[in-house]
């Protein structure tokens, strides 16, 4: 799965060893990983109020060493192939605030397997497990990250690019503009003040969009 060689993988302990990056063959090596009891899993974007996946407890939590960042190509949910949209990636740096959402055990590969579907068609993402901070303590939870060297990291995007986007892009589940105020609205709802995603909507207002 990983992009980067063993090596580099032993200075990441979370990230998995998979050999090249087929969705099923990663998916039976997170199953493979999962630590003992309910599955976690993080969600600071679509997650946050699309979850899709039956669970029984949602907390609030905050991972260290990751932060949300509107920077990744969507070429399926909010765009297409020759018109990609974007959505938000967990990149390496800082901090991000998002919630967990717990699986009863028995019906975590069930769940997993339908998530799978939805966010690694094109095993895109290097899903890892992370340690995330809840009021309850830490819990080991899934996340979906991605890492500079992907191709579908857009890299700086000036303003005039991210207008274009938020105007143009529209993918199988709607456009980049509805994906980028439905997360800010879940995080308002669930008080977590996000700066970068405030400036975004912010930006949208003030052109019109």
């Given at each position: 799965?990983s992009?980067c060689?063993?090596?580099m993988a032993?200075e990441?302990?979370?990230l998995?060893?998979?050999?090249g990056?087929?969705?099923?063959a990663?998916?039976?090596?997170?199953?493979?990983s999962?630590?003992?009891g309910?599955?976690w899993?993080?969600?600071y974007g679509?997650?946050l109020?699309?979850?899709e996946?039956?669970?029984?407890?949602v907390?609030p939590?905050?991972?260290?060493?990751?932060?949300?960042?509107?920077?990744m190509?969507?070429r399926i949910?909010r765009?297409?192939?020759?018109?990609p949209?974007l959505v938000?990636?967990?990149?390496?740096?800082?901090?991000?605030q998002?919630?967990?959402?717990?699986v009863?055990?028995p019906?975590?590969?069930?769940?997993l397997?339908?998530?799978?579907?939805?966010?690694?068609?094109?095993?895109v993402y290097?899903?890892r497990?992370?340690?995330?901070?809840?009021?309850?303590?830490?819990?080991?939870?899934?996340?979906?990250?991605?890492?500079?060297?992907?191709?579908?990291y857009?890299g700086?995007?000036?303003?005039s690019?991210l207008?274009?986007?938020l105007?143009h892009?529209?993918?199988?589940f709607?456009?980049?503009?509805?994906y980028?105020?439905r997360?800010?609205?879940?995080?308002?709802q669930?008080g977590?003040r996000?700066?970068a995603?405030?400036r975004?909507?912010?930006?949208?207002?003030?052109?019109?969009l």
């Amino acid at each position: 799965m990983s992009e980067c060689d063993a090596s580099m993988a032993g200075e990441h302990p979370g990230l998995l060893q998979i050999p090249g990056r087929d969705p099923q063959a990663m998916l039976e090596a997170i199953l493979a990983s999962m630590p003992a009891g309910d599955l976690w899993v993080f969600g600071y974007g679509s997650l946050l109020w699309n979850p899709e996946i039956a669970h029984c407890e949602v907390l609030p939590a905050r991972v260290w060493g990751h932060k949300r960042c509107l920077c990744m190509w969507s070429r399926i949910n909010r765009g297409t192939e020759h018109e990609p949209g974007l959505v938000f990636a967990l990149m390496g740096g800082g901090s991000c605030q998002g919630i967990v959402l717990r699986v009863p055990r028995p019906q975590a590969e069930h769940e997993l397997r339908l998530l799978w579907k939805r966010e690694m068609p094109r095993a895109v993402y290097e899903p890892r497990w992370l340690r995330c901070h809840t009021p309850h303590g830490v819990v080991q939870a899934l996340a979906f990250t991605l890492p500079r060297t992907s191709p579908s990291y857009t890299g700086a995007l000036d303003e005039s690019q991210l207008l274009h986007i938020l105007r143009h892009r529209r993918g199988r589940f709607g456009t980049t503009l509805e994906y980028v105020v439905r997360t800010a609205h879940a995080l308002r709802q669930a008080g977590i003040r996000d700066r970068a995603v405030e400036r975004v909507v912010a930006l949208a207002k003030r052109h019109g969009l």
